[in-house]
């Protein structure tokens, strides 16, 4: 995917996990690590954006080829600031905006999404109960961009507020997904510390999976 760049947000609080969880280890690797290496299976196009500038270092010394951007402001700290200042830098005419809290995000959730932009502004995975996954989602570039920066103007910063400020837009139903991730890993973020134990616990099975699909997408 040439023309596609996955933003990957790393500038959380990490508040309900009670440390930085990007540096919590899953079988002995980094949260961030497993991210980084997933979205590099996806695209060469990858921007890491993160709050602090103090953490650039840390993260350098993970990748050291990875674009990292500091937001613009340090005065906000949201998803929808970090989506801004990393977008422009982004040079493809597509962006998939995942978090670094999900390890594993398979090929086939991230091509069928792809897919649908080309008929979409963006491309948004909803929950039966009406939830959306606006940092699982894929957008055009410029409506990116531009949408991103009027929210901040106007001290919008609810992330969520993106895809709703779109007009042409496709929510597709987690039941849609299921037929290309039938357990929906791509979706799975590790926020607490049961997130992270039961994770663990299905570690083996979402690492066998993804590397069939990793294996099938070549």
Same mark, same amino acid.
């Given at each position: 995917?040439?023309?596609?760049?996955?933003?990957?947000?790393?500038?959380?609080?990490?508040n309900?996990?009670?440390?930085?969880?990007?540096?919590v280890k899953l079988?002995?690797?980094?949260?961030?690590?497993?991210?980084?290496?997933?979205?590099?299976?996806l695209?060469?196009n990858l *921007?890491?954006? @993160? =709050?602090?500038?103090?953490d650039v270092?840390?993260i350098k010394?993970? %990748?050291? !080829?990875l674009k990292?951007?500091?937001?613009d402001n340090?005065d906000?700290?949201?998803?929808?600031l970090?989506?801004?200042s990393?977008?422009?830098?982004?040079k493809?005419?597509?962006?998939?905006?995942?978090p670094?809290?999900?390890p594993?995000v398979l090929p086939?959730?991230i091509?069928?999404?792809?897919?649908?932009?080309?008929?979409?502004?963006?491309?948004v995975?909803?929950?039966?109960?009406?939830k *959306?996954?606006? @940092? =699982?989602a894929?957008?055009r570039?410029?409506?990116?961009y531009?949408i %991103?920066? !009027?929210l901040?103007?106007?001290?919008?910063?609810?992330?969520?507020?993106i895809?709703?400020?779109m007009?042409n837009?496709?929510?597709l139903?987690?039941?849609?997904i299921k037929?290309?991730?039938?357990?929906?890993?791509?979706?799975?973020?590790?926020?607490?510390?049961?997130?992270?134990q039961?994770?663990t616990?299905?570690?083996?099975q979402v690492?066998q999976y993804?590397a069939?699909?990793m294996?099938?997408?070549q």
């Amino acid at each position: 995917m040439q023309d596609t760049t996955v933003l990957l947000l790393a500038g959380g609080l990490s508040n309900r996990m009670g440390k930085d969880k990007r540096f919590v280890k899953l079988s002995g690797t980094p949260i961030i690590e497993k991210a980084i290496q997933s979205a590099k299976r996806l695209t060469p196009n990858l *921007i890491l954006s @993160i =709050h602090n500038e103090q953490d650039v270092e840390r993260i350098k010394a993970i %990748s050291t !080829s990875l674009k990292i951007v500091v937001d613009d402001n340090h005065d906000l700290r949201s998803p929808l600031l970090g989506i801004y200042s990393a977008s422009k830098y982004v040079k493809t005419n597509s962006t998939i905006v995942l978090p670094s809290d999900s390890p594993i995000v398979l090929p086939s959730f991230i091509q069928i999404i792809v897919k649908y932009l080309e008929e979409f502004d963006a491309v948004v995975p909803t929950w039966p109960d009406g939830k *959306i996954e606006a @940092i =699982h989602a894929a957008y055009r570039t410029d409506k990116l961009y531009t949408i %991103s920066k !009027s929210l901040l103007n106007s001290r919008s910063l609810d992330v969520k507020s993106i895809p709703l400020a779109m007009q042409n837009v496709l929510f597709l139903s987690t039941e849609q997904i299921k037929n290309v991730d039938p357990n929906l890993v791509s979706l799975i973020d590790i926020d607490t510390p049961n997130d992270l134990q039961m994770y663990t616990k299905l570690n083996k099975q979402v690492q066998q999976y993804s590397a069939d699909q990793m294996a099938l997408s070549q």
